[in-house]
């Protein structure tokens, strides 16, 4: 069949879905600038904001436009005016405009990296929560089908922000966890998001394993996580979609980390036996599923 395009169910549009953002080249790499100069004082944000310019022509990334750039001339100025132009993201974040939710997601991306620990005070308080929302309210508008155009942006967005953010982020991992399963994991919002939910946690797991990765020793975050609150199934279920994702890599092979946070979950199951080894069970489970002979000696 040579026919260009052709119907793809949802199944199909879901599992094409791609957030690896690790070998991804964009368009604003510093190394596009001229020299050190321009690199001190050039903003990726206003970087963004020209780029879009050029690409994005609705009514409403003018409007948003207009009164971000007197705003953002400079990185000076994106520092200076952070506040503000937060607040103009999120009340353009907030209208869920279709036709410049991608503009705004990659905005956050580029601010994050303008900003970086400042930004983050911002992520935890709102911006976190209003992506998601952005989810949510796809889920009311398009009565339970779930647009994966949006959930590709929303998650390419937040793994973004771990690639730029993540040596702030290992210092509050055990905070921005909580985060993500208050608002992703946890068994009370699988009936707020979609009925697609399994695709969204999958996503999510995909993207946190991005940060975990980062992690030296992984034994003070597992203490963390079975030692201050008990998990029920659906929380376990997804902190062992969360290590699966973490251990694999590319044509069924795992990466570096994978022996070192094993080893560190059977060191805990002498103090959780039942919980620690229904985990392990679910992630050697996804592990097995993942690879093949040729690669399998490390889960043993």
């Known amino acids: 069949d040579h026919r260009p395009f052709r ?8 599992n094409n879905i791609n957030i690896n953002v690790v070998h991804r080249i964009r368009y604003h790499d510093t190394n596009d600038l ?6 001190i004082r050039t903003s990726y944000f206003h970087q963004s904001l020209a780029h879009w310019s050029t690409l994005n022509f609705s009514e409403a990334y003018s409007k948003i436009y207009q009164k ?8 000076e100025q994106v520092v200076y005016n952070r506040e503000q132009i937060i607040l103009l993201i999120r009340q353009s974040l907030n209208e869920y405009n279709p036709l410049i939710i991608e503009t705004l997601l990659d905005l956050i991306v580029q601010l994050a990296r303008d900003l970086q ?30 647009n994966t155009q949006l959930l590709e942006q929303v998650f390419q967005c937040l793994t973004y922000l771990f690639k730029y953010l993540w040596r702030i982020m290992l210092k509050d991992l055990a905070n921005l966890y909580e985060l993500y399963t ?18 969204i946690r999958s996503f999510a797991a995909e993207s946190f394993a ?20 008990e998990r029920d199934e659906n929380e376990l279920d997804s902190l062992a979609l969360v290590f699966s994702e973490t251990c694999k890599n590319v044509q069924s092979t ?16 002498i103090e959780k036996p039942k919980v620690i080894h229904l985990c392990i069970k679910k992630i050697y489970l ?4 993942h690879t093949n002979k040729q690669y399998v000696e490390i889960l043993w």
């Open 117 to 146: 620990s400042d930004f983050y005070i911002y992520y935890k308080q709102y911006l976190f929560i209003d992506i998601i929302n952005l989810l949510i309210n796809s889920k009311k508008q398009q009565q339970n089908e779930i």
């Open 68 to 75: 971000l750039l007197p705003l953002a001339n400079s990185l």
């Open 210 to 229: 991005y940060l975990l990765r980062k992690i030296e020793n992984y034994q003070s975050f597992i203490d963390y996580l079975f030692n201050t609150t």
């Open 286 to 289: 996804l592990l097995i599923q």
């Open 182 to 199: 208050k608002y992703l994991f946890s068994s009370k919002i699988i009936n707020t998001l979609t009925t697609n939910y399994e695709y």
């Open 254 to 269: 795992f990466h570096s980390c994978t022996k070192s946070l094993l080893l560190c979950l059977l060191k805990k199951i």
């Open 34 to 39: 001229q020299d050190t100069d321009n690199l």
């Open 7 to 14: 119907y793809q169910s949802l199944h199909e549009r879901l």
